[in-house]
């Protein structure tokens, strides 16, 4: 559908969040879900940029996306002005989050992989959870919606990898150290992969349920082009799911990675 963009922001250098209006995709699209934009009105580039949704405002019929510009696609989205209709696929996914009520919950994020942790954050607040949430970031140039995830948190945790703002180190040391005062009865997690192999591992050693959003390359967002393979543990015989269609949100214990 063509929806119609009512804000751009500039939240950083090369970091934009988008505000669109679509009663359709409000009312229907669930945490750990994703688009597919047409960035383009021609056919350059072809294919369709998978982004994953930021918040979710239903009563105004407004979802909303945060991008960086990693390459040509994502420049001509950036191009977009308020008024512009940009043609999005979604919300698509079929794995979610799995949204509890009244536990202790850890939510860790690094890099563009903190964006849809967001409104996940804000619908598990509204259902009485305790949550801490932990975000890393390479350096304190790409930090960034401080504010908008301490609303959303009980426990709030900024980590940098060369120490240049808030916690030195990376954000997973800190969830371990917590971990061993007080266990969680949920972990979810988005980010780069060496992130999500360690908390993978961690929540499994631990004995901790874990639930980790994937992130890979998808042209089509349906399961059509089987680019976003990924190995799934189904008892003696893994086999290979689909990041957009089984996912992009799995229980840690049943993905290899």
């Given at each position: ?24 995709i ?7 879900q ?6 383009s ?18 009563e105004?019929?407004?979802?909303e996306?945060i991008?960086?510009i ?24 079929y794995?979610?989050?799995?949204i ?66 808030a ?8 969830m ?45 967002g349906?399961?059509a ?20 269609k ?12």
């Open positions: 559908m063509k929806v119609k963009l009512v804000k751009k922001e500039a939240l950083k250098e090369n970091l934009f969040k988008f505000s669109v209006e679509s009663d359709e409000a009312k229907t699209a669930k945490p750990g994703f688009l597919e934009i047409r960035v009105d021609n056919i350059d580039p072809f294919l369709r940029r998978p982004i994953s949704i930021y918040n979710i405002d239903k105004n019929k407004i979802v996306f991008f960086q990693r390459g040509k696609g994502t420049k001509i989205l950036s191009e977009k002005k308020e008024g512009d209709l940009i043609d999005i696929l979604g919300p698509l996914g794995g979610t989050f799995e509890k009520e009244n536990k202790r919950i850890m939510i860790i994020g690094g890099g563009i992989g903190i964006f849809p942790l967001y409104e996940l954050s804000k619908n598990l607040k509204e259902k009485g959870n305790n949550t801490t949430v932990y975000l890393g970031f390479r350096n304190k140039d790409f930090v960034c919606l401080e504010e908008e995830f301490k609303k959303v948190s009980d426990k709030f945790v900024v980590t940098t990898d060369d120490g240049s703002y916690n030195p180190g990376f954000a997973i040391e800190y371990k150290k917590d971990i061993l005062e007080d266990k969680p009865d949920m972990i979810y997690a988005c980010g780069p992969l060496p992130m999500l192999k360690a908390v993978r591992e961690l929540s499994i050693n631990e004995n901790i349920p874990c639930q980790i959003s994937l992130e890979e390359r998808m042209g089509c349906i399961g082009c089987l680019g976003c393979a990924v190995k799934v543990i189904s008892g003696d015989n893994p086999r290979y799911g689909h990041v957009c089984e996912g992009p949100v799995f229980n840690a214990n049943e993905v290899e990675i």
